[in-house]
C-alpha cells in the first residue's frame, strides 16, 4: 500500500485558526459528494437482438407458424435461399409434419400450412427426436449465440452418432458458423470418442 509521508510543524495559533474551519469543511464537502453519487445507477446497455435470433424474427416466424397450426413441436427453422421467409418444420406427436412459410419482413403467413405425407421411417425418426429433446428451438438458439457470433439461420433436429442434436447455423459476413447441442442436455455436442468427423 502506497505510504504518504506528512512532517510535521508547530503552528501558532493564529495559523491554527485559519485552518480549523477549512479542516471542519472537508467532512461536510466529502459528505454531500458522497449523498450525489451513493444513489446514482450506471444504466446497463439494453441488449440488442439481431435478426435471426430468437428475440428477432426467427422467434416470431416459429411462433406465428405454430398458432396457425394449432398444435405441435417445432423441429426445425430455416431462412430460404432468398432470405425473404422462414420455412417451419412442426411435428405432431405421431411424428406427421406440416410445413409452414412465414415472411421474414413481418412474420405474415406465406399461403397456408401444407401437411407432409411422412412415411413410418421418418415419422418414428421425429417421435424419437420429440422424446429425446428437452430443450425447445428457442433455447436451442440462444445456447448457440452464446458459443457463436452471427445471424442465426437455421435451427433443426438431427441425429448425429445416435444422440439427438440441435443443429444452429449463424452467418457472419462470408463465413458460416455450426454449433451442434445435445438436445437432452442443451450440453455442446460432442462426438464420441473415433467417431467420423464432419471437418
Not at 471542519?24 to 450525489?36: D, I, R, T, V
Not at 405454430?66 to 431462412?79: A, F, N, T, Y
Not at 411422412?118 to 449465440?145: C, G, M, P, R
Amino acid at each position: 500500500m502506497p505510504r504518504t509521508t506528512v512532517a510535521s510543524r508547530a503552528e501558532s495559533p493564529a495559523s491554527l485558526a485559519r485552518l480549523l474551519p477549512a479542516a471542519l469543511a472537508l467532512p461536510f464537502a466529502a459528505a454531500l459528494l458522497s449523498g450525489c453519487t451513493a444513489g446514482a445507477v450506471t444504466p446497463s446497455p439494453a441488449p440488442s437482438a439481431a435478426v435471426g435470433d430468437p428475440g428477432g424474427d426467427l422467434g416470431s416466424a416459429a411462433e406465428t407458424a405454430l398458432e396457425q397450426v394449432g398444435s405441435g413441436i417445432v423441429i426445425s427453422v430455416e431462412k430460404d435461399d432468398d432470405g425473404t421467409a422462414w420455412e417451419v418444420v412442426i411435428a405432431a406427436d405421431d411424428g406427421s409434419e406440416t410445413d409452414v412459410k412465414v415472411s421474414a419482413k413481418d412474420a405474415s403467413i406465406i399461403g397456408s400450412p401444407s401437411p407432409q405425407t411422412t412415411d413410418a421411417d421418418d415419422a418414428a425418426e421425429n417421435v424419437h427426436y420429440l422424446q429425446w429433446a428437452k430443450i425447445d428451438f428457442s433455447d436451442a438458439a440462444k445456447a448457440a449465440s452464446v458459443q457463436s457470433k452471427g445471424v442465426i439461420t437455421e435451427v433443426k433436429l438431427d441425429d448425429e452418432d445416435g444422440t439427438v442434436i440441435w443443429q444452429v447455423e449463424l452467418v457472419e459476413g462470408s463465413t458460416t458458423h455450426e454449433v451442434k447441442l445435445d438436445a437432452g442436455t442443451g450440453d455442446l455436442y460432442r462426438a464420441p470418442s473415433g467417431a467420423p468427423s464432419d471437418g
